[in-house]
């Protein structure tokens, strides 16, 4: 199968000049070109520097097209191929541009929040920071101070400093021991007449031919005699409940200023 050959240099460059009648072979001689303007020059017909002279033109022409195409032709064949690789990619970069837009808005955003968040709770922890100062300042401010000359403050009682209300502690703890002495001296003497009843009973039981009249006063004086004996018992009870929980309490506060004094 014949092939035919690639086109020539000059046929390519100069595409709008046609050949001359009977079109040629392309493995024909250059010199058969249209080009020249020349018809062949049958071998030996010419001299050595008319042939010289012919190759030396076919030269320069050839280096000035070379030349022209370089210059001209490529350039515009580069800025073509530029045109529409930018073309191709402009639908590329625009996203490119819209994606690094959003990205960046994005992150923008979060480290807005991260650092709003951040001097929140650096704020909160400042206040929390400077309320613990404020207390530990009063606690050593306390500790520093006399225990015995604190002043106290309640609803419940007067304000005082702790070796007053110690004081009155004391009194209170004196008076309280007072009373139940006397409620002790009380209680035994209520034990003795007791004892003096159940002995007259005693006897009066003894005693033969006893009338109605002395029985119904002796189960009267019984009675009498039980109850004041309840009466006391009660009373010493409520008493030694009501005392006995603030006896221990003063006790306590009492060791703790000898303590401290």
Same mark, same amino acid.
């Given at each position: 199968?014949?092939?035919?050959?690639?086109?020539?240099?000059?046929? $390519?460059?100069?595409?709008?000049? /046609?050949?001359?009648? /009977?079109?040629?072979?392309?493995?024909?001689?250059?010199?058969?070109? +249209?080009? &020249?303007?020349?018809?062949?020059?049958? &071998?030996?017909?010419?001299?050595?520097?008319?042939?010289?002279?012919?190759? #030396?033109?076919?030269?320069?022409?050839?280096?000035?097209?070379?030349?022209?195409?370089?210059?001209?032709?490529?350039?515009? @064949?580069?800025?073509?191929?530029?045109?529409?690789? /930018?073309?191709?990619?402009?639908?590329? $970069?625009?996203?490119?541009?819209?994606?690094?837009?959003?990205?960046?808005?994005?992150?923008?955003?979060?480290?807005?929040?991260?650092?709003?968040?951040?001097?929140?709770?650096? !704020?909160?922890?400042?206040?929390?920071? !400077?309320?613990?100062?404020?207390?530990?300042?009063?606690?050593?401010?306390?500790?520093?101070?006399?225990?015995?000359? +604190?002043?106290? !403050?309640?609803? =419940? &009682?007067?304000?005082?400093?702790?070796?007053?209300?110690?004081?009155?502690?004391?009194?209170?703890?004196?008076?309280?021991?007072?009373?139940?002495?006397?409620?002790?001296?009380?209680?035994?003497?209520?034990? $003795?007449?007791?004892? =003096?009843? #159940? $002995?007259?009973?005693?006897?009066?039981?003894? +005693?033969? #031919?006893?009338?109605?009249?002395?029985?119904? @006063?002796?189960?009267?004086?019984?009675?009498?005699?039980?109850?004041?004996?309840?009466?006391?018992?009660?009373?010493?009870?409520?008493?030694?409940? +009501?005392?006995?929980?603030?006896?221990?309490?003063?006790?306590?506060?009492?060791?703790?200023?000898?303590?401290?004094?």
């Amino acid at each position: 199968m014949a092939h035919h050959s690639k086109p020539s240099l000059m046929s $390519r460059l100069f595409p709008q000049e /046609g050949r001359l009648t /009977g079109q040629l072979s392309p493995t024909e001689d250059l010199s058969s070109s +249209t080009l &020249f303007s020349a018809e062949k020059i049958p &071998f030996g017909s010419s001299s050595s520097s008319s042939f010289q002279d012919e190759a #030396r033109r076919r030269n320069e022409l050839f280096q000035a097209c070379s030349a022209s195409f370089n210059n001209a032709a490529a350039g515009d @064949r580069v800025q073509q191929d530029k045109t529409v690789e /930018g073309d191709i990619l402009a639908p590329l $970069r625009r996203a490119f541009v819209e994606e690094g837009m959003e990205l960046h808005n994005s992150v923008r955003s979060k480290l807005l929040k991260a650092q709003q968040d951040m001097s929140s709770q650096i !704020s909160d922890f400042e206040a929390f920071s !400077s309320c613990i100062a404020s207390d530990v300042d009063d606690i050593y401010a306390n500790l520093s101070y006399p225990l015995s000359a +604190t002043l106290c !403050s309640a609803p =419940n &009682f007067p304000s005082a400093t702790i070796e007053i209300h110690l004081a009155n502690a004391k009194d209170q703890l004196k008076e309280a021991e007072k009373m139940i002495r006397n409620l002790q001296d009380e209680w035994e003497e209520n034990v $003795r007449l007791e004892e =003096n009843f #159940r $002995r007259e009973l005693a006897s009066i039981e003894k +005693t033969p #031919r006893q009338s109605d009249a002395d029985h119904s @006063r002796m189960a009267s004086l019984k009675e009498e005699v039980e109850q004041l004996v309840l009466d006391n018992t009660q009373a010493l009870n409520e008493i030694e409940e +009501t005392y006995k929980e603030d006896i221990q309490a003063e006790t306590m506060k009492m060791m703790q200023a000898m303590l401290v004094d």
